[in-house]
């Protein structure tokens, strides 16, 4: 069964910095296509950016909002996704969640959410 | 890149159908065959519905079908039953390796 494990949400201020993590199980995590998916509380998805597996270079892209302020990366040998987001704004508040993001069947799989709240 | 537009609200009685519109520009939804639907219940992650316009996940009911013309992809659920009750996202690959959310549709079972 596949598994997708989010963690490191929280509080955090406007201008401050947090790392989330996704741990999964159950799939070749390193052929894997990843991506982050948000929603803020009552609202609607909004994709945040996806990294490829590195099989076809390990590249990342980003949604216009966040871009040049998050960064996704990979630790293959962990089995872990990672988002880090700096420069935090009060409208990125919400829950952050991870999937997997195979070509043409995009977020197959999502993980349970991590609840990021930037306020002061 | 502007969200997808779909209907806030759509409902149906049990046994019903319904379809949900997706409408996008010709950088998105009418470009490429790249749409997919995501069922949301409340509290809960997404789950995929339906991929590249119209296939459907092996574990997902067939009283579940996607379509798109033009600008405009839909997605249609048959047979409505009570546990049909959720949110519905649709999504479209953009370009550029990115992707679009739709603005999401509330189903009510009544």
């Known amino acids: 069964e596949v598994q997708l494990v989010e963690s490191g949400g929280g509080s955090v201020k406007p201008g401050g910095s947090l790392r989330l993590s996704c741990v999964a199980s159950?799939?070749?995590?390193?052929?894997?296509?990843m991506s982050w998916v948000r929603q803020a509380p009552g609202k609607g998805l909004e994709w945040v950016g996806r990294i490829k597996s590195k099989t076809v270079g390990g590249t990342a892209d980003y949604a216009a909002p966040v871009k040049g302020r998050f960064t996704i990366s990979r630790d293959d040998s962990r089995d872990t996704l990672f988002l880090q987001m700096n420069s935090l704004k009060t409208e990125d508040t919400a829950v952050y969640y991870c999937?997997?993001?195979?070509?043409?069947?995009?977020?197959?799989?999502w993980g349970q959410g991590t609840m990021v709240t930037v306020s002061s | 890149q502007s969200a997808l537009t779909q209907p806030a609200s759509v409902s149906g009685s049990p046994g019903q159908s319904i379809t949900i519109s997706c409408t996008g520009t010709t950088s998105d939804v009418g470009s490429y065959n790249l749409v997919s639907w995501y069922q949301q219940h409340p509290g809960k992650a997404p789950k995929l519905m339906i991929y590249?316009?119209?296939k459907r996940p092996s574990e997902v009911s067939n009283r579940f079908s996607g379509s798109k013309s033009g600008n405009t992809a839909s997605l249609t659920i048959s047979g409505l039953q009570a546990e049909d009750e959720a949110d519905y996202y649709c999504?479209?690959?953009?370009?550029?390796?990115?992707?679009?959310f739709g603005t999401g549709t509330k189903v009510t079972v009544l």
């Open positions: 999504c479209s690959y953009a370009g550029r390796s990115t992707d679009v």
């Open positions: 999937t997997t993001d195979p070509p043409g069947r995009p977020f197959d799989i």
């Open positions: 590249e316009v119209s």
């Open positions: 159950g799939i070749t995590f390193s052929n894997a296509w």
